[in-house]
């Protein structure tokens, strides 16, 4: 992973009372890439696992995709609220044992119910998002916990790059099925790993916040669950929580669109293409973001709100050309231009959450971001099979088209308001 976005100087090294260190935060990124590798290496494989659980034609796949999203959205705003009260490290921990406890039901499954069940708990009993954003968050402030909040997305991509090839290459001796028993191993590993970390400190102005908000409606309740803000509580400067959560639900859900049935639109417009050019295709927007983060971060970290109405600009363009392009070199350039508003705009969104969390409490703003982000990819994928079953495989990229377009209109409104109201102070 080249991804290096935390500062190279030595003061960082030493973690600061309650804080992290330089490698404490890259062990963290490394625990987070073994989470990440466990939960997206296996899922590609699901129309093959299916059919050794009395789904023969894999008709399944489809929902069973989507199971642990749905449940990791909804119980991320509970698992971040207690994570603010009984410990970020704690529920850090338990996010990675609920993963592995996961891993090994599901590989243990021998009926489609009881698999189901096992992906239920995984998405439930995971969110090692959440978790490890929110541990951040209490450790880091401002631009150091954007810089770490990149590396966590960083080790994210990675994971999603190399996870389906390594799976697919244990496949002739393991099947993919009981893979799962092999990949309770990882979040197992990392467990012990992050248990050898400090719980970190809460600043000042953090726990104030926090011991206000014991007054909030209760955890569990649906008010809760669903984030919300208002605009006349924030500082002068700060993006409200509503324009950030409507900002991260567009941008998963305009790049999410175009990721089910990418490799068959590149089938059927490039004939004889094999499957090994058709996993880089994929691969390529994930790639640019490891070989850009950094970059990305250190030039949009002041003006993040132009990077992110620059970056739905690029998601944009990249998916109106995914409806036109008819050659491998076609295919390459709109899957980097695609690849320039991934970078920009998770970059970007970084930024403004590290903002965000200034004065509030990590682990339910990371656990509503969560709930928001986990939103965007299930609709995404929703509508992409609604659409693609009545239009054809192009229709889901131009939806993202027309979701990327209107996204990229109201940031920029965002980034003119945000240049006015600095040109005033």
């Not at 030595?10 to 490394?30: F, N, S, T, W």
């Not at 119910?113 to 880091?140: E, I, M, R, S």
């Not at 295709?281 to 790639?287: G, S, V």
């Not at 609604?386 to 209109?409: C, Q």
Request: glycine share 10%; net charge positive; with cysteine.
């Amino acid at each position: 992973m080249t991804v290096d976005a935390l500062p190279r100087q030595a003061e960082h090294d030493a973690a600061a009372p309650g804080g992290l260190g330089r490698r404490q935060v890259h062990a963290v990124a490394a625990c987070y890439f073994v989470a990440s590798f466990a939960a997206l290496g296996l899922p590609p494989y699901l129309t093959a696992i299916l059919p050794g659980l009395g789904d023969p034609q894999g008709r399944w796949a489809g929902v069973l995709y989507i199971v642990p999203t749905v449940f990791s959205a909804l119980g991320a705003p509970l698992w971040g609220r207690l994570a603010d009260r009984y410990g970020r490290k704690r529920l850090l921990l338990r996010a990675q044992l609920g993963l592995a406890v996961s891993f090994l039901l599901a590989g243990a499954a021998d009926s489609l119910p009881a698999f189901t069940l096992a992906l239920v708990l995984q998405g439930f009993l995971g969110g090692t998002f959440a978790a490890t954003n929110g541990y951040l968050a209490a450790a880091l402030d401002g631009a150091r916990l954007s810089r770490a909040l990149t590396l966590m997305q960083g080790s994210a991509r990675a994971a999603l790059v190399a996870a389906p090839i390594l799976v697919g290459a244990l496949s002739p001796w393991i099947d993919p099925h009981r893979q799962y028993l092999l990949m309770a191993v990882l979040p197992l590993t990392a467990a012990v790993f992050l248990s050898l970390l400090p719980e970190p400190g809460r600043p000042e102005a953090r726990a104030t916040t926090e011991s206000a908000s014991a007054s909030d409606p209760d955890p569990g309740s649906a008010t809760a669950a669903t984030p919300t803000s208002t605009t006349a509580d924030e500082p002068p400067g700060r993006t409200p929580l509503r324009v950030l959560y409507g900002l991260e639900f567009a941008f998963v859900f305009a790049t999410i669109i175009s990721f089910p049935y990418l490799i068959a639109m590149a089938e059927e417009r490039l004939p004889g293409v094999s499957g090994t050019t058709t996993g880089v295709l994929f691969a390529l927007p994930h790639l640019c973001y490891l070989a850009f983060a950094a970059r990305t971060h250190t030039a949009f970290l002041h003006r993040p709100h132009t990077g992110i109405a620059l970056g739905f600009g690029f998601v944009a363009l990249g998916l109106a050309g995914h409806s036109v392009a008819d050659s491998l070199p076609a295919f390459v350039a709109v899957r980097l231009l695609l690849g320039a508003g991934l970078t920009l705009g998770l970059v970007c969104l970084s930024v403004l959450a590290a903002e965000a969390c200034r004065g509030r409490a990590p682990g339910r703003l990371f656990g509503s971001l969560e709930f928001v982000s986990k939103g965007g990819a299930v609709a995404a994928g929703a509508v992409a099979a609604l659409v693609n079953g009545r239009f054809g495989a192009t229709s889901p990229v131009l939806v993202g088209t027309a979701a990327a377009l209107l996204a990229a209109v109201a940031a920029t409104a965002l980034s003119s308001r945000s240049r006015q109201r600095w040109s005033r102070s």
